[in-house]
């Protein structure tokens, strides 16, 4: 049996360029970065360029609804950078940070694998630039402000402590802290409440620094943030606090897009990493501008699968940043229409052509909502040692009925040397004639744009709203928000909001539990089913496999 490397023995032992070569390829001054050590720097936003950004070609990387390990779209996009550069296109790639959470939890590292890497993979995956720190602590400013207002015995502004919805965070998997009591021991220490943590992907800081176009941009929306209502039922927001330049100082570094480089020595912009089944699960605005200022092609990614990222992606980010795709990779692999098909965990690896053809629907309904975006879909199949020919040639037949080309994705084995056929596919999908629109108007209602999501990409009989998602539309309707876009909170399992509802169910209902809305970001955040905004660590957490040596020499973070 083939032995393959870890993927941090891959990146352990990659050759990097020192970050003045990689920020070269951009044609980016040295002068011009702020260094943090040999392999990271800060890029400046006077290098966002809007006619260039017009003239570069846009590309998505999304996925099929995965197994709990994920299919691999940050593995294929970093893989088709590559290859694309491989074939002449000056291309980068711009990703989502990793979150500590995931990283010590289920997923371990996450800055891509096998030979389609970002590096220093270490670094990425961990503390990095700071940005995840800086974005914590501004959100843990306003907390500390709005509690030291209900304390106030002359500038309170009457606060309600019952109808506070801001919470604290961490960037940690602690299921401990969801509900807490805070201001215990003593009249000093504060006014006791209900309270408690979220994780910091999960923070609306996290999605305003993603939904910013420029420094004004960002304490407009800070100073945005709904924080509960007065006994007199009058909204606070966080400019009424005068918090929002004390947290956009906190941000002033952490704006500020991250350039690191592929295991080939091609430039990626890493920035940003709100989670995609409660968030709007992208890159920020400025990084993906910023990767289109710098390259005449760029790949971005969109967690989960279709139905949440792509979907958020092209309804919200585009849309309000006023971008256009010009291809879009949809990601799948054997095994995941193994498990759509019925497999359990244990036979993912089991060659099973039944249940490949069981589980194509899956594929297929993702292909069909892709189009309705004005975008025809290139299927990657993320290869795997477990994949027969059989079960590959039938996904091919199979997308080829539907007018769509399919592709075997190598990266993760032979990094670009495995992608230039993605990358050519994609070429020509660039140079035809996709056409994107979004799939509702922002001005609809909200219950009208949950509907068109829910029906046109889920596959939804209807929407059933419960009496909390009534009272929280009527209070949403009241603050003025009926017009922004709805971010969906969803299992990332199912089309459904059921996650046993594998492949492609029919003829059932959402139900939304209850509402949240983000005034800062700019969007409406309807809960589908229960949706944990601190997740848990799982029986046996990835940290328990990681190890450091007297050397500073990591194992186990992959």
């Known amino acids: 049996m083939t032995e393959f490397k870890t993927d941090i023995e891959i990146a352990q032992q990659a050759q990097l360029n020192h970050i003045n070569s990689i920020a ?21 936003l006077r290098l966002l360029d809007q006619e260039k950004i017009e003239d570069s070609n846009l590309i998505l990387v999304t996925a099929m609804t995965p197994t ?64 995840f720190s800086a974005i914590e602590k501004a959100n843990n400013l306003l907390s500390a402000l709005i509690d030291n207002n209900i304390q106030s015995k002359t500038r309170s502004l009457g606060l309600d402590p019952r109808t506070i919805v801001w919470k604290r965070v961490m960037d940690m998997n602690d299921r401990s802290l969801r509900d807490i009591v805070i201001g215990l021991g003593g009249t000093a220490n504060g006014i006791p409440r209900q309270d408690g943590f979220n994780i910091t992907p999960a923070s609306e800081v996290m999605a305003i620094l993603c939904m910013s176009e420029n420094f004004e941009d960002l304490k407009k929306r800070l100073g945005n943030i709904f924080i509960g209502f007065t006994f007199a039922k009058d909204p606070i927001y ?32 890493i920035h940003g990493g709100p989670f995609a089944n409660i968030a709007q699960g992208t890159n920020t605005i400025i990084a993906t501008k ?35 795709p010009k291809a879009l990779v ?10 759509h098909g019925g497999a359990k965990k244990e036979q993912y690896n089991t060659p099973s052509l039944e249940k490949v053809s069981s589980g194509i629907n899956n594929l297929e309904k993702h292909i069909e909502n892709c189009k309705k ?17 059989k079960e590959v040639d039938f996904v091919i037949e199979f997308c080829e009925k539907l007018g769509v080309r399919a592709v075997v994705a190598k990266g993760w084995e032979l990094g670009g040397d495995g992608m230039t056929d993605l990358a050519h596919a994609i070429v020509d999908e660039v140079e035809g004639d996709n056409k ?50 709805v971010c969906m909170a969803k299992t990332q399992k199912s089309f459904s909001d059921n996650p046993a509802l594998l492949s492609r ?49 990591i194992s186990g973070l992959s």
């Open 290 to 324: 910023m990767g289109m200022s710098l390259s005449k092609y760029v790949v971005t990614e969109a967690g989960f699968g279709a139905d949440l990222g792509a979907e958020k992606f092209l309804n919200i980010k585009c849309v309000s940043a006023g971008l256009s």
């Open 373 to 389: 975006f004005g975008l025809n879909p290139v299927v990657a199949i993320n290869a795997f040692p477990s994949d027969s020919q």
């Open 24 to 44: 070269q390829k951009l044609n980016i001054p040295s002068d011009e970065l702020e260094l943090y050590g040999k392999y990271k720097a800060k890029l400046p």
């Open 330 to 339: 949809l990601v799948a692999t054997i095994r995941a229409l193994r498990h």
């Open 505 to 553: 169910p029919e003829g059932f209902d959402v139900n939304v539990r209850e509402f949240e809305f983000a005034a800062g970001a700019g969007f409406v955040i309807p809960i589908l089913g229960v949706m944990m905004r601190m997740p848990g660590l799982p029986a046996v957490p990835a940290s328990e496999g990681m190890q450091i040596d007297n050397n500073g020499k």
């Open 68 to 131: 709990p390990a994920g299919e691999g779209k940050t593995t294929t996009s970093i893989g088709l950078t590559e290859g694309l550069n491989k074939i002449g296109k000056s291309t980068t790639v711009v990703l989502r940070e990793p979150s500590l959470g995931p990283v010590f939890g289920i997923k371990g590292g996450a800055a891509g694998g096998g030979y389609s890497q970002v590096v220093p993979m270490e670094d990425i995956n961990l503390h990095f630039t700071g940005d």
């Open 238 to 269: 966080a400019r009424d606090l005068n918090a929002q330049d004390a947290m956009a100082i906190l941000l002033k570094d952490a704006i500020q897009p991250n350039l690191v480089q592929t295991l080939e020595g091609n430039p990626a912009i």
């Open 436 to 485: 994107f629109q979004p799939l509702y108007d922002w001005n609809l209602t909200v219950r009208e744009k949950i509907e068109i999501i829910s029906q046109q990409i889920y596959g939804a009989n209807g929407v059933e709203y419960s009496k909390k998602a009534l009272t929280d539309l009527k209070k949403i309707q009241q603050l003025g928000l009926e017009h922004l876009p």
